[in-house]
Nanobody
Framework: QVQLEESGGGSVQAGGSLRLSCVASRSPVSIRVMGWYRQAPGKQREMVALLTDEGIANYAPSVNNRFTISGDVAKTTAYLQMNSLQPEDTAVYYC???????????WGQGTQVTVSS
């Protein structure tokens, strides 16, 4: 099994920045997409940003122009640069990798991001 390790979460004030990192224990050749999801208390987990093996990035409208996903899907590493953070960005952030047909291969354990006003 592939294990994902996230790091970089923490507490910041509104307007601040954080950079999350996700590293896999190994790099399966079948991985096609890496992404970041988040789950706030009492809410469903939602997609934040995705990166394909072709280098195409996709963002949730709420984070577009503030967050940037980068990395190397072939090496199963991904980063999420989060700028202009707002209290509504407070959540546990999870790294995710998907194989063919969008099948989830693994989730990370999550890292807490807290933004205070």
């Amino acid at each position: 099994q592939v294990q994902l390790e996230e790091s970089g979460g923490g507490s910041v004030q509104a307007g601040g920045s954080l950079r999350l990192s996700c590293v896999a224990s190994r790099s399966p050749v079948s991985i096609r997409v890496m992404g970041w999801y988040r789950q706030a208390p009492g809410k469903q987990r939602e997609m934040v940003a995705l990166l394909t093996d072709e280098g195409i990035a996709n963002y949730a409208p709420s984070v577009n122009n503030r967050f940037t996903i980068s990395g190397d899907v072939a090496k199963t590493t991904a980063y999420l640069q989060m700028n202009s953070l707002q209290p509504e960005d407070t959540a546990v952030y999870y790294c995710n990798i998907k194989g063919y047909y969008g099948t989830t291969v693994a989730w990370g354990q999550g890292t807490q991001v807290t933004v205070s006003s």
